[in-house]
């Protein structure tokens, strides 16, 4: 069965603080990982990383995936309160009637105090 | 650009009664379309895959016969949830990937929260 696993599943630090959030996965056909922020609704988009080794980046927010490890790290530096949310990691696997479909981690519930 | 819409964003109805929840995607066209509930304080469940032009694709353990899933066109999928209980209240998001946008990619939906009475 796949398995996506977060940590920490919760998280609260002090504006100006930079974090990192882990995410491990056991999937078969690995395709890409996703990093979604979700607030009160439905989940944004951030990244998605196919490629070991390559960083990308959006302003304070940057990710990495190491595929031979299995896991990514989503960086957030200088901290605001805009920031907190629950940031989702997701796995897409490849082939066959699995195409496309995303097993979601638990997330990680960031806090950002003033 | 990838913008996808939910209607309602939010539902009361009457044990017993179907609710009907449609997932636009606004400016590009999704051949696959994604159902999630997610309870609160939980990660997003998959229920379903929705292809246009066929049969919606199930998870384990979803009734298909309790959420009716229709893909009719490249960009609009409805979840209609037939003789809502209770236990249907969740919040439910859609999701869709384009063939454009980023192949694993998806866009969600605001979601729409349904409380039954």
């Known amino acids: 069965e796949d398995k996506v696993v977060q940590s920490p599943l919760s998280l609260v630090v002090h504006e100006g603080d930079t974090v990192t959030l882990n995410c491990s996965y056991e999937v078969t056909n690995f395709r890409s990982l996703l990093w979604y922020k979700q607030e009160k609704k439905a989940p944004t988009f951030l990244f998605m990383l196919t490629s070991s080794g390559i960083e990308k980046k959006s302003g304070r927010l940057s990710s990495i995936l190491d595929k031979k490890e299995l896991f990514s790290i989503l960086n957030i530096t200088a901290t605001q309160t805009g920031d907190s949310a629950v940031y989702l990691c997701?796995?897409?696997?490849?082939?066959?009637?699995?195409?496309?479909?995303?097993?979601f981690g638990q997330g990680t519930i960031l806090t950002v105090h003033p | 650009g990838a913008v996808v819409s939910q209607h309602p964003s939010w539902v009361i109805c009457k044990s017993g009664t179907s609710v009907k929840i449609e997932c636009r995607s606004l400016d590009f066209q999704a051949t696959t379309m994604f159902w999630y509930r997610q309870f609160p304080k939980q990660s997003l469940m998959l229920m379903a895959t929705s292809n246009e032009g066929s049969k919606a694709t199930y998870e384990q353990g979803v009734e298909k016969d309790k959420f009716l899933i229709n893909h009719a066109s490249l960009t609009l999928s409805t979840l209609t949830v037939t003789s809502a209980h209770p236990e249907d209240s969740s919040f439910y998001i859609c999701s869709a990937r384009g063939e454009g946008v980023g192949s694993d990619t998806q866009y969600f939906g605001p979601g729409t929260r349904l409380t039954v009475l």
């Open positions: 997701a796995v897409a696997r490849a082939g066959g009637t699995s195409y496309g479909k995303l097993t």
